[in-house]
């Protein structure tokens, strides 16, 4: 995905309440998801009309929870999205490289799947060239259960953040 050894990355990650998203389709995404029919506390993954606005969809990932939030499978990524993702459009979260950047992503899921409401995430890497980092409102949703069966994922600033990981350049030994 980028350019840089992995001895010369970090990445690390934080989150806070859903009501700190500022982006523009974070926050029209929490105005759908205010919106939704709820499910045992959860709003209903079929009661939200994600295609009814083309800049929340293009931007929009769906991630199915697989048992007990014990793995994650790419369900749709949107087109503006399509440069992040292999050409399979039901990925797993294990083929997302590099390790520590995948090991981030999963804490963010399974944190929102315990916390049954969307989280506000960051996710930062440092190189030797800066810091980077993007956010993400990820939305817990019900699939005909009352539990967690899928995860809406609307990022804010990942084309950025990939663009400049691989344009950073590591330190000459």
Request: proline residues 5%; contains cysteine.
């Amino acid at each position: 995905m980028w350019n840089l050894p992995p001895g010369q990355i970090r990445f690390h990650g934080t989150s806070a309440h859903y009501s700190e998203a500022a982006d523009p389709a974070q926050q029209r995404a929490l105005l759908l998801w205010a919106d939704g029919e709820r499910q045992g506390g959860l709003v209903a993954a079929d009661s939200l009309d994600l295609a009814a606005s083309a800049e929340i969809d293009a931007h929009t990932a769906l991630c199915d929870v697989i048992g007990v939030g014990c793995d994650f499978r790419y369900r749709k990524i949107g087109k503006e999205l399509d440069g992040w993702r292999t050409k399979d459009r039901r990925q797993e979260l294990e083929a997302i490289q590099p390790q520590a950047f995948r090991q981030v992503i999963r804490r963010q899921y399974l944190e929102t799947v315990r916390a049954r409401q969307p989280l506000l995430h960051v996710v930062f890497a440092e190189t030797p060239a800066g810091v980077f980092s993007y956010s993400r409102l990820t939305v817990p949703l019900a699939v005909r259960t009352a539990e967690v069966g899928r995860l809406w994922l609307i990022p804010a600033g990942l084309s950025r953040f990939v663009e400049r990981l691989r344009d950073a350049a590591p330190i000459a030994a």
